[in-house]
């Protein structure tokens, strides 16, 4: 039996950016980005570890507003056309850099990685990603948990608590429905923690969830084994924490692995740096740059001038910090086991879109890191729930309330800039439970029905985190205000229809197909005694 366990998790999240609308919508770059860019690289070292007979373990959480994007049949459809131009664009560039060697060398190998995601995404997934995920879970090698529905900020909404409800049952349904099978664990979002909620989490059947380590190590009573075991709370659900060396290393810009020299540098893009004509067949909107992901520089440090990118330099790099990070994880396992009774557990949770899209090399040093697991020893790779099945005699204690936000708390959600926007959720949560407790006392009829489902989608489309993470960081700032407007404009729409009994059928079947997030939704979810 190992000494210890290496839980690694991703979390895989995107908001709602699906814009049939129009025909090309700039924000939707960020799916088929994602996609391009982390799981289909993920899904290459999977298959690769396989064909090479390395058992491996991970536990990967899509968030269901991404599950639903990963199976709609107009973003898989745009996905390809994307792939399609980048190989175009990538062809392009092996042409204009043919009388520069090392450039050209470079553009081969974009237009080599961008043929090679189109194949793994059509062929090899048929397009559907979920597909291919639940093919590593079936072999037992991924361990697929869920999210709150639209990851909205728990601790936040939990003055109307049936909307709480909504976004964690609506989850484990939706996960159900696209998965085939319920839900071990939950992301919940930020890891972001209050007393209360895992007395939903425990109703919804989820055997465990993710907290900061603060929220461990300041427990009541406090844990004897603080971050290197997990805890179940009062409802009897186990919450484990996040490991502070192992965030550092690969979180941190400055000292961590991302920041060597030899990886590529994210920010030198050509998308900024060549003639916006050239570009322009490439860009989702009319004179605005974005990045393309062909990028031809390494860090080099911190000066605008880069020496160019060397890929066998940064698989050099990426295999030595991965055998680092083993290394340095085995040496606390060991320590920490000595002093317990059962195996400890090293948690390292990231968003999984860090690897492959920021950290170009970074799906390549996840392969590398469960291959030298694979190879045996004391430290093994594991999933919280085989963890949990192995060893279900564990401390008992109640998590702080806790974010692994800025400040470990709640003020990258609410501070100056976004406190106006929870008054107008609470208000649209209170009203959404007082209106489905009245229309449920009797039958109600097709169109009110839909009205109602629709009317659940749009709220909790507003109440996504993504919303207010933005505007704190003033990125796309002005999509964020509009996106959580136009919700809460249509939710509020949707209930004055159904208590006027004036629905619009064409306006309800018109947003249905904008916004078709959670086809089987269950508004009966809001009511606020749960009914």
Known sequence: MARGYLLLVLHAHL????????????????????????????????????????????????????????????????CTQHLDELVTLAERECERTKHWPDVNFLSQMYRRLFEEARQTFVERCGTRLVRVFQEFADSGNLEIITCA????????????????????????????RIFGRKPKGMWVPECAFYPGLDNILAEA???????????????????????????????????????????????????????????REYYRDIGF???QEYLEPYQY?????????????????????????????????????????????????GHASSRMPFPSVIVSPYDAELFGHWW?????????????????????ASTPGDYLTSHPIQQKAMPTPSSWGKNGFNEHWVNPKTEWMWRLLHEA?????????????????????????????????????????????????EY???????????????????????????????????????PELDYRLFAPAGR
């Open 285 to 333: 909107a009319k004179g605005v740059r974005t990045n393309t992901g062909i990028k031809y520089h390494r860090i080099t440090g911190t000066a605008h001038d880069k020496h160019l990118y060397n890929p066998d330099w940064a698989s050099e790099s990426a295999a030595k910090h991965a055998r680092d990070f083993v290394n340095r994880c085995r040496d606390q396992a």
């Open 149 to 176: 529905a639209t990851h909205g900020y728990l601790p936040l909404l939990s003055s109307e608590p049936h909307t709480v409800r909504a976004q964690v049952f609506t989850a484990v349904q939706e996960h159900e």
């Open 15 to 78: 908001p709602y950016v699906r814009h049939p609308e129009f025909d090309r919508f700039l924000e939707e770059r960020w799916f088929f980005e994602a996609v391009t860019e982390t799981y289909i690289p993920l899904i290459k070292f999977f298959d690769q570890l396989r064909a090479e007979g390395k058992p491996f373990k991970l536990t990967l959480s899509i968030s269901p507003t991404l599950a639903n994007m990963m199976e709609d049949p107009l973003l898989r459809e745009r």
């Open 429 to 477: 949560g209170y009203r959404m439970g007082q209106t489905v407790e009245r229309k449920t006392q009797a039958p109600i009829a097709r169109l009110e029905d839909r009205a109602l489902r629709q009317a659940g989608r749009e709220l909790m489309l507003a109440q996504s985190s993504d919303w207010p993470f933005m505007i704190t960081n003033g990125s796309t700032e």
């Open 360 to 380: 170009f090399e970074g799906p390549q040093w996840i392969y590398h890191v469960l291959r030298e697991l694979a190879n045996g020893g004391d430290l093994a």
């Open 205 to 263: 059947g989820i055997r465990y969830f993710f907290v900061d380590s603060h929220s461990i190590e300041h427990a009541e009573p406090k844990p004897l084994f603080g971050v290197s075991a997990p805890l179940y709370t009062p409802a009897g659900v186990a919450a484990f924490a996040r490991n502070q060396m192992t965030s550092k290393l690969v979180w941190s810009s400055k000292v961590g692995y991302p920041a060597d020299y030899n990886y």
């Open 273 to 275: 740096d060549l003639d």
């Open 480 to 518: 964020a205000r509009r996106r959580f407007h136009d919700h809460l404009h249509r939710f509020h729409d949707l209930l004055d229809g159904v208590e006027n009994q004036q629905i619009e059928g064409t306006r309800l079947e018109a947003l249905e197909y904008m916004d078709a997030v959670f």
